[in-house]
């Protein structure tokens, strides 16, 4: 069998989500759940990348358990390359418990301390990883862990030696947000990054301005940053380049069954049109499409996200 390179590199935490099967139910009531889904961040990042045909790759931590076996499963079963996932018997694979409420807020009890969910160490080289045209890197993963955020900007700063795009999606956590410092790896992050993907709150947060006209303004003033993808929920996207604001684009509709990883589907759709030679507009309507199919399933990664699904989404809605 030919390995193909990876194309699209992410590190960060993977965990089983195990969930409320209904809104409202708040976590410390007795009742049932629903799981376990594989999930964290980055690997339906990672999956929503490799569904939709580029070549990809995952530095993450797994524990020798069944629900390790239930994360690499799929992640193998979507194309991911999962050689840089250590299996470890150090301890259990992390665990994210979810609740959900009608406005669409959502509140995490979060087991990833001392877990192999924050265990990687940034990779001595990239043999096997040269080929990468993006790297992503997201916030809630450098919140995870103080030491393992530290093996993701080092790992961050290997890729960008190497001349591969660095793209950052801040996805500020507030249950993971314990330690300050851990926002100055978001910052650094932030200088260092060429595709910006925040929310609007995120992006004034990290700039320190009041409006999104200023905040925008101020994040072009980091020397590396290429394009800024505003993502704004149910009003859609906005995508900015160093002369200005590009394109907008909508949300398509659905059904929404279960908002979590919508985000991230997005950022992963977008970087894969921009990867297979696609422009920002087809990029963007492949993000929304990818987003939207997404929060049409219950569970993390259980959207039916395909090249054919994102193509039928695209030209059945159009803008």
């Given amino acids: 069998m030919v390995i193909r390179m990876p194309e699209i590199m992410a590190m960060g935490e993977l965990l089983c989500e195990i969930m409320r099967p209904k809104e ?3 976590l410390y009531e007795t009742g049932d759940f629903k799981g376990p889904f594989p999930s964290g961040a980055p690997g339906i990042f990672i999956s929503t990348a490799a569904r939709l045909g580029c070549s990809c790759g995952i530095i993450a931590g797994v524990g020798e358990d069944d629900f390790g076996k239930n994360i690499l499963d799929r992640l193998e079963k979507d194309g991911v390359d999962c050689r840089w996932v250590i299996k470890s018997g150090k301890g259990s694979t992390g665990v994210a418990f ?10 995490f009890i979060f087991h990833m301390a001392d877990t192999p969910a924050v265990e990687p160490k940034a990779p001595k080289n990239l043999e096997g990883m040269e080929d990468a045209k993006y790297f992503h890197v997201m916030g809630c993963s450098l919140m995870a862990s103080m030491e393992f955020g530290k093996e993701i900007l080092k790992t961050m700063h290997l890729f960008r030696q190497n001349g591969t795009k660095i793209s950052f999606d801040p996805n500020v956590r507030l249950e993971l947000l314990r330690d300050p410092k851990a926002f100055d790896m978001v910052q650094e992050v932030f200088h260092n990054c060429n595709l910006f993907m925040p929310g609007v709150q995120e ?10 006209g200023e905040a925008v303004e101020a994040a072009f003033q980091k020397r590396e940053l290429e394009l800024l993808i505003l993502k704004n929920g149910s009003r859609g996207s906005q995508v900015y380049t160093r002369k200005g604001l590009e394109l907008e684009m909508g949300v398509y509709p659905v059904k929404q069954l279960d908002a979590t990883g919508a985000g991230d589907s997005f950022d992963a759709a977008f970087i894969c049109g921009l990867a297979q030679g696609k422009g920002l507009e087809e990029a963007a309507k492949m993000g929304a499409a990818a987003g939207a199919l997404n929060a049409a399933a219950f569970g993390p990664m259980e959207g039916r996200i395909s090249p054919e699904t994102i193509n039928n989404m695209i030209h059945n809605n159009v803008k």
Avoid: Q
């Fill in 203 to 212: 992006l004034k947060m990290l700039t320190g301005k009041d409006t999104v």
């Fill in 98 to 107: 979810v609740t959900y409420y009608a406005d669409g807020e959502r509140k």
């Fill in 24 to 26: 409202g139910m708040e």
